[in-house]
């Protein structure tokens, strides 16, 4: 398996297992829908809630977060939209991010990240 791909995954590992500690409860993984992707489906309390898991070795480039451009906020807004429908849900959706910094093994949990407009 190519480098970035084992990165991602263990990025999102530790993703997983920090939002677990935070009090989320995963619903799915990898969610597809057509051509789109979410990483972490999960619930907060009672808000729905899309996570895109952004992991790097360094900063040299930027910061995680800075990665998720408008794009793949858009299509995340659209996988959203089908979700909600496909699964019948109805009540208070967010989208966080979660930045993973791999040489150090630091997770941010940025809620509220973007919106959909």
Same mark, same amino acid.
């Given at each position: 398996?190519?480098?970035?791909?084992?990165?991602?995954?263990?990025?999102?590992?530790?993703?997983?297992?920090?939002?677990?500690?935070?009090?989320?409860?995963?619903?799915?993984?990898?969610?597809?829908?057509?051509?789109?992707?979410?990483?972490?489906?999960?619930?907060?309390?009672?808000?729905?809630?899309?996570?895109?898991?952004?992991?790097?070795?360094?900063?040299? $480039?930027?910061?995680?977060?800075? $990665?998720?451009?408008?794009?793949?906020?858009?299509?995340?807004?659209?996988?959203?939209?089908?979700?909600?429908?496909?699964?019948?849900?109805?009540?208070?959706?967010? $989208?966080?991010?979660?930045?993973?910094?791999?040489?150090?093994?630091?997770?941010?949990?940025?809620?509220?990240?973007?919106?959909?407009?």
């Amino acid at each position: 398996m190519a480098q970035h791909l084992v990165s991602g995954q263990h990025g999102e590992e530790l993703a997983v297992s920090y939002i677990c500690k935070q009090g989320y409860s995963v619903l799915h993984r990898n969610w597809r829908y057509k051509y789109w992707e979410v990483d972490i489906v999960a619930m907060d309390a009672d808000t729905l809630v899309f996570i895109e898991v952004k992991s790097r070795t360094n900063t040299s $480039f930027g910061e995680p977060a800075e $990665f998720v451009d408008w794009k793949k906020k858009r299509n995340l807004v659209k996988l959203a939209e089908a979700y909600l429908k496909i699964m019948s849900f109805e009540g208070e959706i967010r $989208f966080d991010i979660v930045a993973v910094y791999l040489e150090t093994q630091q997770v941010e949990l940025i809620k509220d990240a973007f919106w959909s407009s």
